[in-house]
């Protein structure tokens, strides 16, 4: 009786150990795909950081632009020291730049946390770099860039009456040279009028604000690739 009890405890407890292991191991498993997956994404960020910073690089350098044309068009406002061409010019880069905005490429993001691959990252500097990256910057891009959009709309229609010009755009590779040709301008008095001061002082201040964010992003990307 005792050798039977024995020998059927010894089979239960293998098949039950084998059935332990086949867990495990399947647990296992399934745990190093999940890490071969994040590492795997985690090489895809890389990839779109870098990219993401040559965008972001490429924005500055327009919103500087535009800048320096509000610049020569406020020392106009005073000084009439440019002449019709010029001002054309001026104003239609400021026009066409200063609604440039950064969007972060965020597909890979969004497979790491759909994936539960978040979750796995060890470096808890990266995951709060990410966080502040893709969450928190990016709310507020949006929020910035609701204002942007309403007044570059509102800055335009104001100067429909005082200002005209027919521009010559140039087709790149998916996407417009910004650098257009102006010709048949002309500028009316109304466009030295102190609301069009207004409406320069406030372009140039948004253009600031919104390069105080970009500062913030360039800082975000220099923590995640460091830790990456």
Not at 9 to 37: C, H, M, P, Q, Y
Not at 44 to 61: F, G, M, P, T, Y
Not at 149 to 162: A, K, L, R, S, V
């Amino acid at each position: 009786m005792k050798s039977k009890v024995l020998k059927y405890g010894l089979e239960f407890l293998v098949v039950f150990t084998g059935i332990l292991l086949s867990f495990v191991i399947d647990n296992r498993i399934k745990v190093n795909e999940r890490i071969a997956n994040k590492d795997l994404l985690l090489n895809q960020l890389d990839i779109a950081l870098n990219e993401d910073r040559i965008q972001l690089e490429v924005v500055k350098s327009s919103l500087d632009n535009c800048l320096a044309s509000i610049d020569s068009l406020l020392e106009n406002h005073s000084k009439r020291n440019l002449n019709t061409k010029s001002v054309a010019s001026h104003f239609s880069n400021v026009s066409a730049r200063m609604s440039i905005s950064f969007f972060p490429q965020k597909s890979i993001y969004n497979q790491l946390i759909n994936s539960n691959a978040f979750e796995l990252i060890e470096n808890e500097e990266l995951k709060k770099g990410l966080t502040d990256y893709y969450e928190h910057l990016n709310e507020r891009n949006n929020s910035i860039n609701i204002k942007l959009d309403e007044f570059n709309q509102e800055f335009d229609y104001y100067f429909i009456p005082h200002i005209n010009y027919v521009t010559s755009l140039n087709q790149l590779n998916n996407s417009i040279d910004l650098s257009s040709n102006i010709s048949n301008y002309a500028i009316y008095e109304g466009f030295y009028e102190n609301a069009s001061l207004g409406y320069l002082t406030n372009a140039q201040k948004r253009i600031v604000f919104y390069q105080e964010l970009l500062k913030k992003y360039d800082q975000a990307l220099l923590k995640i690739t460091s830790e990456l």
